[in-house]
């Protein structure tokens, strides 16, 4: 079992940054893949990046290539989104998503195994 909580969201405005942080549980957090998806009300949830469990492979939306930087510390069990020149698009309820799979796009939502509660990180304009 994994737990995962998330941290750091609020409200910034526009091309502003934001840094949230994710903690999670468990002693094999380096076996996982780590991801960050976003839900903006009524719309799906989508993918936004992730990184390997060893941290060497970032995958990013095209979305927020340039802009968001993904990373880990497998010392302290934590994953960070830094998400820089904010757009009110961004606006959303960000998820932490921990992976088990072997082999993973790290794109997909049902390819991750746990979930945090997300942190709501609201773009003014």
């Known amino acids: 079992q994994v737990q995962l909580v998330e941290s750091g969201g609020g409200l910034v405005q526009a091309g502003g940054s934001l840094r949230l942080s994710c903690a999670a549980s468990g002693r094999t957090f380096s076996s996982y893949g780590m991801g960050w998806f976003r839900q903006a009300p009524g719309k799906e949830r989508e993918f936004v990046a992730a990184?390997?469990?060893?941290?060497?492979?970032?995958y990013y939306a095209d979305s927020v290539k340039g802009r968001f930087t993904i990373s880990r510390d497998n010392l302290k069990n934590a994953v960070y989104l830094q998400m820089s020149s904010l757009k009110p698009e961004d606006t959303a309820v960000y998820y932490c998503?921990?992976?088990?799979?072997?082999?993973?796009?790290?794109?997909?939502?049902?390819?991750?195994?746990?979930w945090g509660q997300g942190t709501q990180v609201t773009v003014s304009s």
């Open positions: 998503a921990a992976n088990s799979a072997r082999y993973s796009t790290y794109a997909r939502a049902d390819e991750y195994d746990y």
């Open positions: 990184i390997s469990g060893g941290g060497s492979r970032t």
